[in-house]
């Protein structure tokens, strides 16, 4: 059954969206930066799943840029979800909860930049050539974490050349050597009665 969002989703939904561009933040570095799913993330934004406190505080707590907008988006939890789980909500204490709020949005933007830089940098060695093994242990990261981020980023993966003379390909042309008379070329590894020869190989 499709979920059906109310007047409190929706607000939520814009609430969120906006305060996360106006932080300059992707869904993905906020879902890094609170420990929730991206894709929860891109639900709540587009109003597709119900509003939990749960969610809503860590959301709140980095992203409001006053008190106002704070409770704002607190006041879009559904209390009968989880209002008598997690109790009453805590006292505004002001100043002090908005420098706390500052810190984590600064905390927030600084990883994503950081985040955002080991990334490129990343997508610089392999585009300079570096193997996949020299850049997953330079970078400490899964060698699937590598190709979802050259996919993310539309970034050709390249392909190991193959060798036509292995199994399964074409045969290439039989390597040659002089004759020991001088008389002309045979076949590498074979003499002139045609027997395998092992000196010239």
């Known amino acids: 059954m499709r979920f059906q969002p109310t007047m409190r989703e929706a607000r939520f939904a814009r609430l969120l969206r906006e ?33 939990r406190l749960v969610h809503v505080r860590p959301l709140a707590a980095g992203l409001a840029k006053d008190d106002a907008e704070r409770r704002a988006l607190l006041a879009c939890a559904d209390p009968r979800a989880e ?11 002001g100043a002090e909860r ?9 905390r927030w933007q600084a990883e994503a930049r950081a ?4 990334e490129a ?5 392999y585009r300079a050539g570096v193997k996949w093994r020299e850049i997953v242990e330079r970078y400490g990261i899964p060698k699937t974490t590598l ?5 993310e980023r539309g970034v050709a993966v390249r392909r190991r050349k193959r060798d ?15 004759a020991p008379d001088g008389s002309g070329l045979e076949p ?6 045609g027997n395998h020869d092992r000196d010239y190989l």
């Open 19 to 51: 305060a996360r561009e106006r932080a300059q933040l992707t869904q993905r570095e906020v879902a890094e930066a609170t420990g929730l799913a991206r894709t929860l993330i891109s639900e709540l934004e587009h109003a597709r799943c119900p509003v």
């Open 83 to 93: 209002g008598r789980q997690w109790g009453r909500l805590p006292p505004d204490t």
């Open 98 to 106: 908005r420098q706390r709020a500052a810190a984590t949005l600064l």
């Open 115 to 118: 985040q955002r830089e080991r």
């Open 121 to 125: 940098a990343i997508l610089d060695a």
């Open 147 to 151: 190709y979802e981020l050259l996919a």
């Open 164 to 178: 036509p003379r292995r199994r399964g390909g074409s045969p290439g042309p039989p390597r040659t050597t002089e």
């Open 188 to 193: 590498h590894g074979q003499g002139q009665d």
